[in-house]
T-cell receptor, first 109, second 115 residues
Framework: DAKTTQPNSMESNEEEPVHLPCNHS???????IHWYRQLPSQGPEYVIH???SNVNNRMASLAIAEDRKSSTLILHRATLRDAAVYYC??????????FGPGTRLSVLP | DGGITQSPKYLFRKEGQNVTLSCEQN?????MYWYRQDPGQGLRLIYY???????QKGDIAEGYSVSREKKESFPLTVTSAQKNPTAFYLC??????????????FGPGTRLLVL
């Protein structure tokens, strides 16, 4: 299984940056790393994905370690609306992917 | 607006009853997926379909059935054989089913409760 490990929960203050870590030690050379987030009682939504290089979009940045065995999702300025469960998913091309329990992010005003 | 719709939002099932959850997408996506989510847990894959008239079992297919007669629709039936059906059910789609490099788009979910 293409499993990742993440902390169960994290806390951040509003307006501060948040770094959400993920370990994917079994990753292979062609596996992408995807991040999704899920707000309460809603379906997950796509956040960002990447392969080797760091990636930026309007929602977040993704920093991928040089050995690709870990990555960090960066929210530059956390808002109350960013409180959600964040899932890190290792792309395992052609096979079923695994949503683990994710990291529950709490944002304090 | 393009997207995925699921209905109903809440569904109640009596013991021994089959119920069907609807999932429709107008994104022209080939692949569709059904997941189950239990409180505090991640998502688990029930069934997926990469193309019309074809579908594959996921990790927890027992007690569930699906059909894919149209590209836009992928209904999930929770049968009486599913002994613990209370959960949040999520439908998703992606442009192709050829690999996970495709972004998946999720519906709003259906919460199933057993009476």
């Amino acid at each position: 299984d293409a499993k990742t490990t993440q902390p169960n929960s994290m806390e951040s203050n509003e307006e501060e940056p948040v770094h959400l870590p993920c370990n994917h030690s079994t990753i292979s050379g062609t596996d992408y790393i995807h991040w999704y987030r899920q707000l309460p009682s809603q379906g997950p939504e796509y956040v960002i994905h990447g392969l080797t290089s760091n990636v930026n979009n309007r929602m977040a940045s993704l920093a991928i370690a040089e050995d690709r065995k870990s990555s960090t999702l960066i929210l530059h300025r956390a808002t109350l609306r960013d409180a959600a469960v964040y899932y890190c998913i290792q792309d395992n091309y052609g096979q079923n992917f695994v949503f683990g329990p994710g990291t529950r992010l709490s944002v304090l005003p | 607006d393009g997207g995925i719709t699921q209905s109903p939002k809440y569904l109640f099932r009596k013991e021994g009853q089959n119920v069907t959850l609807s999932c429709e997408q107008n994104l022209n996506h080939d692949a569709m997926y059904w997941y189950r989510q239990d409180p505090g847990q991640g998502l688990r894959l029930i069934y997926y379909s990469q193309i019309v008239n074809d579908f594959q079992k996921g990790d927890i297919a027992e007690g569930y059935s699906v059909s894919r007669e149209k590209k836009e629709s992928f209904p999930l039936t929770v049968t009486s054989a599913q002994k613990n059906p209370t959960a949040f059910y999520l439908c998703a789609s992606s442009r192709t089913g050829s690999g996970w490099q495709e972004t998946q788009y999720f519906g709003p979910g259906t919460r199933l409760l057993v009476l």
